[in-house]
């Protein structure tokens, strides 16, 4: 059983910068697809970016993702915050040859004007 505990978030003013993390258990994050999304409020869950093998890829220029093997973590760096990043920020796990997707409970990110 995968398990992913994310943590980070906060109340950060427009403009700031926040760093979460993804930290697994019962898996690799090097042998997973990891993914971060994001649910603002009244809105569905959509991808920020994830994490496969060798590459990374996110939606906004202002995000960078990575991983610490040596941590089982992966991360999300966020600069250049706004008010329209503001949501709770999940994370998902999905193994190799895996059909199985495992979710964190999340960690709230509010970006105040």
């Known amino acids: 059983q995968v398990q992913l505990v994310e943590s980070g978030g906060g109340l950060v003013q427009a403009g700031g910068s926040l760093r979460l993390s993804c930290t697994a258990s019962g898996s690799s994050v090097n042998s997973a697809t990891m993914g971060w999304y994001r649910q603002a409020p009244g809105k569905q869950r959509e991808l920020v970016g994830s994490i496969t093998r060798g590459d990374a890829y996110s939606v906004e220029g202002r995000f960078t993702i990575s991983r610490d093997s040596a941590k089982n973590t992966v991360y999300l760096q966020m600069n250049s915050l706004k008010s329209e990043d503001t949501g709770r920020y999940y994370c998902?796990?999905?193994?190799?040859?895996?059909?199985?997707?495992?979710w964190g409970q999340g960690t709230q990110v509010t970006v105040s004007s």
């Open positions: 998902k796990a999905v193994p190799f040859f895996s059909r199985n997707a495992y």
